[in-house]
């Protein structure tokens, strides 16, 4: 299984992101799809899930900012993200979400930089 994230880049604070990753090898369909994110130093932490039925589920943190879509036809898992914080800087990452880990090797994550 292939996961490449891409959309990142430089933004300043309170801008928006719309990130994107593709899944090769794998179908989808039937997973609950999740945005995980990696601080330098610290463990990479779940941001948002999908379920296959279009459910989804957010971290603390976001607070309404940020909305994650899937489509499965492209298989492709989206990541809106909207008024960013300079906290919110880090490695973001897709993954199929098994208890709020990752189930397959991690591929190409996508940064984002928010400046303040």
């Known amino acids: 299984v292939q996961l490449q994230a891409s959309g990142g880049g430089l933004v300043q604070e309170g801008g928006s992101l719309k990130l994107s990753c593709t899944i090769s090898g794998a179908n989808i369909n039937r997973a609950r799809m999740g945005w995980y994110r990696h601080f330098l130093g610290k463990r990479r932490e779940l941001v948002a899930t999908?379920?296959?039925?279009?459910?989804?589920n957010y971290a603390s943190f976001v607070m309404g900012r940020f909305t994650i879509s899937r489509d499965n036809a492209l298989s492709t898992v989206y990541l809106q993200l909207n008024n960013l914080k300079p906290e919110d800087s880090a490695w973001y990452y897709c993954n199929a979400d098994h208890g709020g880990v990752g189930r397959w090797d991690w591929g190409r994550g996508t940064l984002v930089t928010v400046s303040s």
């Open positions: 999908i379920t296959a039925d279009g459910n989804t």
